[in-house]
């Protein structure tokens, strides 16, 4: 069994990491598989954009039996259920990973507008979330969720295979 995944900014890397040193699995890179990726389980971790979880496309023709996807809310954003269905992994095990956010001056390029607009659309109320102003801030200002105990799901459902 392997980890693979996909990171832009770090915090998908980290839980990875943690993984992989939690239950000995090797983690790799979507773009850095070895050969022997095709034979193997795969336990994938991913961030998610406008609630498409990035680089689970390139992994359709490997056996991937677990993702987990980040993110910057408490639960997921969009719902898990439209999670599931807009990445069409209905029928796999699915964990949320409250992920993180650097600060909106270190964002780069076309991020950086894409989030500038996010921002100005929540302080506008033009967006159905939870808590408006607290996500605002945490692209802003920046946020790290990225905690230990998130992964226990994980590795409560491992333990049970
Ligand atoms: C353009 C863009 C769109 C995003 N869309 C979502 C989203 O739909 N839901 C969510 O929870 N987080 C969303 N995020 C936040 C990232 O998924 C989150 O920051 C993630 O933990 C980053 O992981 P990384 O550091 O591994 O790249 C978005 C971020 C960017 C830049």
Redo the contacts with the bound molecule.
Sequence with gaps: MLIVYE???????RYADMLAEKTGLKAYRTNELPETAKGEEIIFLG?????IIQGLNMLRTYNVIAVCA????HA???SAEEVISMNKIQGMPFFYLR???LPLKE?KGL?RI??SFFVKMLKSGKVKTENPEESASIIENGFDGVREENLEPVLQWLKAR
């Design positions: 990171s832009r900014t770090g915090f998908t890397k961030w998610m954009r406008a609630g980040s993110g910057i809310g997921p954003e969009p992920g993180g956010c964002q991020y894409m989030l």
